[in-house]
């Protein structure tokens, strides 16, 4: 039901912008997150959006860089990723919570696959 794609190899300091969209049912009436995760370690919080898009939440380590939007129109969320670091390698998962915004794992219950991000230095 979510999908995520935009994922790809791009040098330190660049730029990529992932979406997600859904499909099945309305995502318009949730709060809607991105996660990201590197082999051996959790699941992280990255960023959460409000269901009106009026609220962000991000991790300290992506804020001033990572920038999270959303369509309701489109049924999509976007994440646009500049300043590109090697240390945000990882897949990104988008996500769907049924509260307003959430910015924990525990609070989603709808998860779309992954899309790879990788950083080369």
């Known amino acids: 039901q979510l999908q995520a794609y935009g994922g790809g190899l791009v040098q330190a300091g660049g730029s990529l912008r992932l979406s997600c969209e859904a499909s099945?049912?309305?995502?318009?009436?949730?709060?809607m997150g991105w996660f990201r995760q590197t082999p051996g370690k959790e699941r992280e919080f990255v960023a959460a959006i409000s269901w009106s898009g009026g609220r962000t939440y991000y991790a300290d380590s992506v804020k001033g860089r990572f920038t999270i939007s959303r369509d309701n129109a489109k049924n999509t969320v976007s994440l646009q990723l500049n300043s590109l670091k090697p240390e945000d390698t990882a897949v990104y998962y988008c996500a769907g919570s049924r509260r307003v915004i959430a910015n924990t794992r525990g609070e989603y219950d709808s998860w779309g696959q992954g899309t790879q991000v990788t950083v080369s230095s």
């Open positions: 099945g049912r309305t995502f318009s009436n949730h709060g």
